[in-house]
């Protein structure tokens, strides 16, 4: 099933060659998604081929498994989402050992795809994940390295930093995988994994916005559970808001609330408090206003139940002091 690979100086010339060129993709891609923490859209992700002359080759076609013909092995695996369901926002994914289980393709026409990620796997290739969120972007890890088990036909893909080898060569970047302590098991990596999704999904829809103030930079930003997980919350976007750190935290602390029908309350101690432009403009002018920044699709509005049963908590908190 393996591919050929060339001998001796041949080999070393392809893979270095090989490994320039992802070195490039990431790092362009470590600078497109601020570190990880902004989904790409399809469009975005092609701007990459063309952009100096070393990149000569698309990242991403389509959903599946790329290799360029250049390249020793796969370059990218993409996955939509689950089932071709739109409205879904929740992976239930098949995992090993806290590794994502990709199926290798079973169309005879597309054998080559799946001997591209085995020799990614035979010559230790990192690989580009790009995993697809509700509004067709893509959340995307990298650098992925991908395990054969013996006798399986599947492809087990690494998204955490546990991964990152420290022989072949140092990429430097790491922002875009799941750091997980070696201990942790299958369900710690589930659940970041879930947790990246629900960031991506929430991201996306909110267009990259803080809902409250509008900040557009996605390292200043988070995906806020309304009601948290703790207490039932499901990681779907309309259990969602995208808030920049400061009114996240706000939020969080229950000195910031957000009403069923979309406006800020600013708890009164606050509101009464003499500080300086940062309170003022940061928390206090805020209160009274609606939300300015909400999904297009109304389905993915902020649920008002949940909102109703937030805003009850924000009601009966006791000011701090």
């Not at 309304?226 to 009114?247: F, M, T, W, Y």
């Not at 069923?260 to 708890?267: E, T």
Request: net charge neutral; glycine share 10%.
């Amino acid at each position: 099933m393996t591919l050929p690979i060339p001998d001796g100086s041949a080999l070393s010339t392809g893979l270095a060659q090989d490994l320039d060129f992802r070195r490039l993709a990431f790092g362009w891609l470590e600078q497109r998604t601020e570190g990880g923490a902004k989904p790409l859209s399809r469009g975005e992700i092609q701007e990459f081929k063309g952009h100096r002359p070393e990149a000569r080759h698309h990242l991403i076609l389509q959903e599946g498994i790329w290799k360029p013909a250049e390249l020793l092995g796969t370059l990218s695996v993409t996955t939509g989402l689950p089932h071709g369901r739109k409205d879904r926002t929740i992976y239930h994914d098949e995992m090993s050992g806290g590794l994502v289980d990709y199926q290798f393709t079973a169309s005879p026409k597309k054998q080559h795809q799946n001997k591209g990620l085995v020799q990614a796997a035979e010559l230790n290739l990192p690989v580009i994940y790009f995993r697809g969120t509700v509004s067709g972007a893509f959340d995307v890890y990298f650098p992925v390295y991908v395990q054969i088990p013996p006798g399986r036909r599947t492809a087990l893909l690494d998204l955490t930093s546990r991964s990152l080898p420290t022989g072949l060569v140092d990429f430097g970047y790491s922002g875009s995988l799941i750091e997980v302590d070696p201990e942790h098991g299958e369900r710690t990596v589930r659940s970041r994994l879930h947790q990246r999704d629900f960031r991506a999904n929430v991201m996306t829809a909110y267009q990259k916005h803080c809902a409250v103030c509008t900040l557009g930079h996605s390292k200043l930003l988070d995906a806020a559970h309304i009601v948290e997980d703790s207490q039932g919350g499901r990681p779907e976007i309309s259990n969602g808001l995208a808030l920049c750190k400061i009114h996240h935290a706000a939020y969080d602390s229950n000195i910031m609330g957000i009403s069923p029908d979309h406006r800020i309350h600013i708890r009164r101690d606050i509101l009464e408090e003499t500080d300086g432009p940062m309170l003022r403009h940061g928390l206090q002018d805020h209160e009274g206003q609606q939300l300015r920044v909400l999904p297009a699709n109304r389905t993915w509005h902020p649920d008002r139940e949940a909102l109703a049963e937030r805003f009850d908590t924000f009601k009966t908190a006791t000011p701090l002091g």
